[in-house]
């Protein structure tokens, strides 16, 4: 059974924006901390932004703060990540996941215990 379901991947160019999103079931939604994480060719995943259980605290890596954002819509089981000026960097497949018991935004994979398929994000030069 599919648990998290990303959407809003695409190929973009250089200094556009992107609005990824994430539709969980309530039960997992509603239990703790969600997050973004990206996985570019030849890489390893890496985190890009977490954010509360309640969504009153929100964490980025280094590399996108400034540029990206975490909400999350407790109402519509969704968390929604919003890019601006994107880079080629940028380029991966993007993932959502959530954590059955972190209620704070945590950055180590080890802390999340569901994942969604991923979306791919392609940032042109």
């Known amino acids: 059974q599919v648990q998290l379901v990303e959407s809003g991947g695409g190929l973009v160019q250089a200094g556009d924006s992107l609005r990824l999103s994430c539709a969980a079931s309530?039960?997992?939604?509603?239990?703790?901390?969600m997050a973004w994480f990206r996985q570019a060719p030849g890489k390893e995943r890496e985190f890009v932004a977490a954010?509360?259980?309640?969504?009153?605290?929100?964490r980025y890596a280094d590399s996108v703060r400034g540029r990206f954002a975490i909400s999350r819509d407790n109402a519509k089981n969704t968390v929604t990540l919003q890019m601006n000026s994107l880079k080629p960097e940028d380029t991966a497949v993007y993932f959502c996941?959530?954590?059955?018991?972190?209620?704070?935004?945590?950055?180590?994979?080890?802390?999340?215990?569901?994942w969604g398929q991923g979306t791919q994000v392609t940032v042109s030069s």
């Open positions: 996941a959530a954590s059955t018991t972190l209620m704070i935004p945590g950055w180590s994979i080890n802390e999340y215990d569901y």
């Open positions: 309530r039960r997992i939604f509603s239990s703790g901390a």
């Open positions: 954010i509360s259980r309640n969504g009153g605290r929100t």
